[in-house]
């Protein structure tokens, strides 16, 4: 049987990834998501899997033994976005994301709006772990400020866009910060230790940038009602305190000395929970309207981290941000997950993933230009298959062996495919980032796209570590011993 397996052309090896973008292409014209991109990815999926099953001759216990592998690989990220959906609920639930968003909003301030803005979000995306959320909550409120005060609406939503990103990027309880390090078999905490060193001179250089400009918009006064309203409806519905620090400190604590990021999430979930009769007994009981028993309030609880947290303030910004999570509302994201690692895995034991990555690895020959191939590649699949999750997945997998064989540490491929797929997916006006931020925040992409610096600033700083080789960790022998034990 192995003798009439055939090697892919590139011909064939392309077939089901143009399938893949034009239905992606396809999708985007027709609008209001008309195939969703679960079923893309079935359609491209069931597209691989024939050609591999008739072209190449490859037998279908192989083909399903490379579709369990790549799933085997992305387990530990779907339990963990599992566990970041109840997590979501419980600091939503425990006041903690009302505090950080009720004393971000004490720091606005005309001269620094911009700074602040960006700052704010970079808080607020970190906390919740989604940029969407953020911009269609905190985001809207800001753009009507900074458009009080006179500032050009494409300028206040490039600060909101780039805040929003970095938090994102950088926050456990981001599907995409989970989903990145498992693609290359590395964890969620080294993941995003090692963003910092392009992450974080990217947020700086931004947040300079917005403080310069800023000071020619000095002059504005803002109007605070809108602001006056969204802290009054907080504190309405949950008790503010400081206390409450304690419980994301103690989680960063736990990150910083080295503990798994599934124990240190779990950790931040059970001191959310501990914490929500401490703090939250008057939320409970107008929850379940009236007298509140242990046993009731816990049911309550527990039923929140399955389902997610709802309320209903009267003010429409603050139900959408805090009517969110629960470990049933992360079921698509881990479905998509799945699913691409199906095809993926296809993609890879049939040999058309490496066919595909011949053609690109040509042109590496160091460092430096796999580091730039890859990031091309990455806002290449955001530019085609305009879905961030693609620009993900695909490019982790095609280029997974070449660090290999450069001997890099896994970690240097997953910030690459973050700084280039993550944060360029709302600069590409068609792909479903860039549609959301646009429709959310009332401008174009092009009007905010030259002041998103942290969106343009990420891959370049990115680019530059890979061509001087800083921070580009290479695997220790035992590292390299033990990997080529487990392949």
């Known amino acids: 049987m192995q003798s009439l397996r055939k090697k892919p052309s590139l011909l064939v090896s392309s077939c089901p990834v143009i399938v893949l973008i034009l ?12 195939i969703p991109t679960l079923y893309i990815l079935v359609i491209s999926s069931f597209i691989a899997g024939s050609i591999a099953l008739l072209h190449l001759k490859i037998p279908y216990n192989e083909i399903e033994k490379g579709m369990r592998k790549a799933i085997d690989s992305a387990m ?10 109840s997590l979501i609920a419980a600091w939503i639930m425990s006041g903690i994301v009302p505090m950080f968003i009720y004393y971000g909003l004490q720091i606005i301030n005309p001269t620094y709006f911009l700074f602040v803005a960006c700052l704010l979000c970079c ?23 900074g458009e009080s005060l006179n500032i050009p609406m494409g300028m206040t939503a490039g600060a909101v866009i780039s805040g929003a990103y970095f938090g994102d990027k ?36 931004s947040l300079l940038i917005y403080l310069v400009v800023g000071f020619s918009y000095a002059n504005g006064a803002i109007d ?35 503990v798994s990021s599934m124990p ?22 107008n929850m379940l309207g009236g007298e509140v028993t242990g046993l009731g309030a816990y049911s309550l609880i527990f039923s929140t981290l399955s389902n997610g947290f709802s309320i209903e303030t009267g003010n429409a910004m603050i139900d959408r941000l805090f009517s969110r999570g629960g470990m049933i509302s992360m079921t698509q994201v881990n479905l998509l997950a799945i699913v691409a690692m199906v095809f993926g895995g296809i993609m890879e034991v049939s040999g ?22 890859t990031i091309a590649t990455c806002i290449f699949t955001n530019i085609t298959a305009a879905n961030q999750t693609m620009a993900i997945v695909l490019p982790a997998r095609m280029f997974v062996e070449s660090f290999k064989r450069f001997k890099l540490h896994p970690k240097n491929l997953s910030r690459c495919i973050e700084d280039g797929g993550t944060v360029t997916a709302p600069l590409v006006p068609w792909n479903t980032n860039a549609v959301y931020m646009a429709g959310v925040l009332g401008v174009s992409t092009g009007e905010y796209l030259l002041f998103a610096f942290f969106c343009l600033l990420s891959p370049i700083i990115s680019i530059v570590l890979g061509v ?12 390299i011993t033990a990997n080529t034990k487990v392949n």
């Open 264 to 285: 240190a999430l779990i950790s931040g979930l059970l001191l959310a929970v501990i914490a929500i009769p401490i703090f939250q007994w008057p939320l409970l009981s």
């Open 123 to 145: 808080i607020i995306s970190l906390a919740i772990g989604s940029s969407w959320s953020t911009a269609g909550t905190i985001g809207l409120a800001l753009m009507g400020i």
């Open 352 to 373: 058309m993933l490496s066919r595909l990555t011949e053609t690109i690895l040509k042109m590496v020959h160091n460092v430096g230009s796999l580091v730039a191939a």
């Open 224 to 258: 605070n009602s809108t602001l006056d309203e969204v802290r009054s409806t907080i504190t309405q519905h949950f008790t503010i305190t400081p206390l409450l620090l304690f419980v994301p400190c103690a989680v960063l604590f736990l990150v910083m000395k080295g």
């Open 23 to 34: 239905l992606m292409f396809l999708n985007f014209l027709l609008g209001d998501d008309a």
């Open 76 to 85: 530990p990220a779907i339990l963990i976005i599992f566990i970041v959906g």
């Open 170 to 205: 950088m926050s456990p309880m981001s599907d995409t910060t989970n989903l990145a390090p498992a693609m290359v078999n590395t964890d969620v905490v080294t993941h995003i230790k090692h963003m910092m060193f392009s992450s974080g001179p990217a947020i700086i250089i």
């Open 468 to 479: 001087t080789g800083l921070t580009m960790t290479k695997l220790t022998e035992n590292e």
